[in-house]
């Protein structure tokens, strides 16, 4: 799967932003529809953290406690697009967000970056006190 993000930029704290990826078919042939998707991010004072995940089997959503009851994702299968809302951001939500493509779906495996084997090259959320 190949992927491509859009929608970072800069934004004040407390504002929202909708960050999209979008999947294209690629040669392994794996249907958007059976790989789970994930949201990381990476700053420059921090390693690769897991943002947030939707399994494909179970619909089921996980998110990082720093970013419960604000972020949201969703995806839309017709359209091969997963979607990050971030609502009420943080300074400290500042960085490079990365979306990945999984073909596994349960918790463990989805909190793990060690476990999508496609991402997209990413897109820098800048949020300004």
């Known amino acids: 799967v190949q992927l491509q993000a859009s929608g970072g930029g800069l934004v004040q704290a407390g504002g929202s932003l909708r960050l999209s990826c979008e999947a294209s078919?690629?040669?392994?042939?794996?249907?958007?529809?059976?790989?789970?998707m994930g949201w990381f991010r990476q700053s420059p004072t921090k390693g690769r953290e897991f943002v947030a995940a939707k399994s494909y089997r179970s619909g089921a959503i996980y998110l990082a406690d720093s970013v419960k009851g604000r972020f949201t994702i969703s995806r839309d299968n017709a359209r091969n697009t997963v979607y990050l809302e971030m609502n009420s951001l943080k300074p400290e939500d500042t960085a490079v967000y990365y979306c990945?493509?999984?073909?596994?779906?349960?918790?463990?495996?989805?909190?793990?970056?060690?476990?999508?084997?496609?991402w997209g090259p990413g897109t820098l959320v800048t949020v300004s006190s």
């Open positions: 078919a690629s040669t392994v042939g794996r249907p958007f529809a059976t790989d789970s």
């Open positions: 990945a493509a999984s073909p596994y779906y349960s918790y463990s495996d989805l909190t793990s970056s060690y476990r999508y084997d496609s």
